[in-house]
């Protein structure tokens, strides 16, 4: 445990100072432009004060600033999500974590997910303790978002409609197809419902094997949906998919050209 210790007077000034002109996170280029010092000095400054307790380190040249109640710097993140903007922005909030967000699912997860233009070499860091999951997104993809306020930080999260097709697009970032599914049962109850928009998305996203998981999980979801599920079909690709890449499918649905699990086939007829 880091226990901190005491700063002198010129320190616990400037401390103040970055604690005012900053948001929870403060980098060495942003104290050196606060405190009116060089670059190398921050970095210093910045170095000690994490030492003595006062800072967390993240990564190399940033830190977060530890509550002054805590008796010591070994905690968490306060707020996983605000830190995300200054590790891999440009980048969003996805998949279950948004899905948690917009009220989709009652599961808790504990990592959180990021969909990121950036391609981090580690796709599941931890960070203080709070894990991630890294997805890799082109620029032209970053649509469908919504800003949120976590404390003073605005934070970019994908709507409802956005999180579906990402779910759909990679099964993985709704825990699964089954979860994804529930998910998409959720949304399709919910205020937030908007078929039409969910297709101009996967069209806009351009990944095939949306609309063969999407159609298929509607026919079965909401059958009456059937302007949605036509527009499936008619953007359906040559391709044959998988429902869940992750799963064993030896059993294929012909109409929506997808592998999917024998059970999946069974509840299907």
């Not at 604690?19 to 050196?32: D, N, Q, Y």
């Amino acid at each position: 445990m880091q226990l901190i210790s005491g700063l002198g007077k010129t320190d616990r000034k400037r401390l103040a100072a970055l604690i005012r002109g900053t948001k929870g996170s403060v980098s060495v280029g942003e104290a050196a432009t606060i405190l009116e010092v060089s670059s190398t000095e921050a970095a210093k400054m910045l170095a000690r004060w994490a030492t003595k307790g006062w800072l967390s380190r993240v990564r190399r040249g940033l830190y977060v600033l530890v509550p002054l109640e805590s008796p010591t710097a070994d905690v968490p993140l306060e707020d996983p999500w605000v830190i995300t903007n200054r590790l891999y922005s440009p980048c969003y909030i996805g998949g279950w974590s948004a899905a948690e967000h917009w009220g989709m699912t009652e599961q808790i997860f504990r990592t959180v997910v990021v969909m990121t233009t950036m391609r981090p070499r580690d796709h599941k860091p931890v960070i203080k303790g709070t894990s991630f999951l890294l997805r890799t997104v082109p620029q032209e993809a970053m649509f469908g978002l919504n800003a949120t306020w976590r404390g003073q930080v605005k934070v970019s999260v994908s709507d409802p409609t956005r999180t579906i097709v990402d779910m759909l697009a990679d099964p993985t970032l709704g825990g699964g197809i089954r979860s994804t599914t529930d998910m998409l049962n959720a949304y399709l109850r919910s205020e937030n419902k908007n078929t039409k928009l969910l297709t101009e998305y996967a069209a806009r996203l351009g990944n095939g094997a949306v609309f063969k998981r999407l159609g298929f999980l509607l026919e079965r979801l909401a059958p009456d949906e059937q302007e949605a599920i036509g527009t499936c079909l008619s953007r359906l690709t040559k391709g044959r998919a998988k429902l869940d890449p992750h799963l064993n499918a030896d059993k294929l649905v012909t109409r929506w050209r997808l592998w999917v699990p024998d059970n999946w086939k069974a509840e299907a007829a």
